[in-house]
């Protein structure tokens, strides 16, 4: 194999794996087995595989309620993620999260957040904890455009630039701000916003994942040497703000379009003019879907939590 | 342990323990609005950038928003943040952080970590600094789940919640009444931390009990005097640490006198009072040989003018008064 080869195949199986999860969870939360809100990230998994191949065990980031592409590309169990969304007591959170409050500490995930912005600041800190102990690390924060228009976001921008803090602002610009236009939400441009505060910005195509991935290297590289920077990647929702969002706001053509921009797609047709097999792409399509068939079972066997343990962790004792 | 050394300021005492807890644990960093070189509004942080350097000692921008949620994610990334919110009528900006991020971190993300930050918020009125820099919003606090909230009333005690909230695994909020900050205290030559959630027996009596905290203390232990000419003899408990409350010293203190003022500088509705007051109620009421009365600032926002604002803050005479109306 060759290293670009090896690289669109490792990023397209995390694709997969991302997509075979949350095209289950459709049928999971139609069937009432994943109760609550749930906000998939179907036709985003590219900027998730991407950014998270350009990052090193130690990292840490926060995510967005529409965060679980993020987590999975991070490496979260599946089986602890899918006990998680189906309130069990096994889940990542003991089944007190859900969907919106994934983390895994372990793995430098430091939460899904249910405030839109809200993870920016969280990122800063956790980038300032590298800093102040001289770790090397760096933090990453995912947001969406819609959280453009929040005041932590430009508060965030102007605190990391003025402590030169190891911090990636990754923008994933689906466009939508939750059933709004981003275009009647947030009259500015977030490249211009990073310049007024002098940060280095890049803009990528986010259903390329491997323009990404070299994206994301680069800001990563950057980060480390105490440069933060923002980097936006468009990129389309192919479902609804929420699952169950009818989505009567939208044009039926823009979703009609999806397919020609289906960042899986556009992976594989790659995969293959790097010489991965179709064969080998089917197996690994395969195997992201019986993966996820399994995490699934073992989760519904799994017990519910039991209320008086939820009181042991308001606080530490 | 240590003997009383001298009269030390409150706000000295509040200095001393950043000092100390910094010098312990590399892991403490202290931040806020003009913390550092300026060595914050009330002089708190005086000498802390000097002594432990610019990483662990920054000023911020004004973005209380970001102070508080840089210190969720610092907490949850190894270090021990102390930030300073310069007025806690500004925390308001900061609620989100603290209310839906570090409160909640533990508990949502099924014990994995706490998140062990303190959050200092001056407050209180006295200072004519009007309606936007002078409340006292503890209450807000105590309600949520998560955090813990103390409010010393003494320099010893301003030193030794501040050590135990900075050692705490989990989010504390340490309010210090403004007015106090130049007062002078009894100190330790080698202080000691205060256990959070015990309260402190200002003044032992037996025919009545005044639970009080913060600056309000020093005005029941004056009232309790004033009565103790007419024959009342009041027992003052300085709660310390509002979440947790020391309830079963509250309770057993009522046992004995069966007579409660409770009375605290913030408004009275919907305040720490009714909330010690409900459970006396509900816990306490076979000892009870009168209601229950509370003490508190009415219903409005702090007035700035000198002659208001002192009509507004509760004294010691509001206090003496409510002591004799229980004893009556």
Known sequence: MTAANTEVTALLRTMLLIRAVENHLVKLYANSEVPGFIHLSIGQEAVAAGVMSALAAGDTMVTTHRGHGHVIARGIDTIRFFKELMGRAGGICGGRGGSMHVADLSLGILGANGIVGAGLPIAAGSALAHQVRGSGAIAVAFFGDGAMAEGVVHETINLAALWELPLLLVCENNGWSEFSPTSTQFRGQLSALAAAFSLDYECTDGNDVMAVADAARTAVARARNGK??????????????FEGDRQKYRNPQELDEFDAHDPIALAIAKALAAGVTAAAIAEARIRADESVLSAVAEARADVLPVFAHAHDDVYSA | MSGVLAQTRYVQAVNRALNDAMELDSSVVVFGEDVAAAG????????????????????????EATIAGVAVGAALSGLRPVVEIMFMDFVTLAM???VNQGAKARFMFGGQRGVPMVVRLPHGGGLNAGPQHSQCLEAWFAHIPGLKVVCPATARDAYGLLRSAIADPDPVIVVENKALYAQMGEFDDSPVSVPIGRLRTARAGSDVTVVSYGATVALAVAASESVAEEGIDVEVLDLRSLQPWDKSAVLESVGRTHRVVVAHEAVRAFGVGAEIAATIADEGFDALDAPVMRVGAPFMPVPFARSLESRYLPDADAIAAAIRAVCA
């Open chain 2, 96 to 98: 989100d952080a603290i």
């Open chain 1, 228 to 241: 933060p920077s923002v980097l936006e990647c468009t990129t389309r929702r192919a479902r609804g703000h």
């Open chain 2, 40 to 63: 914050g509004a009330f002089k708190a942080t005086k000498g802390l950038l000097e002594r432990f350097g610019a990483q662990r000692v920054r000023d911020t921008p004004l973005s």
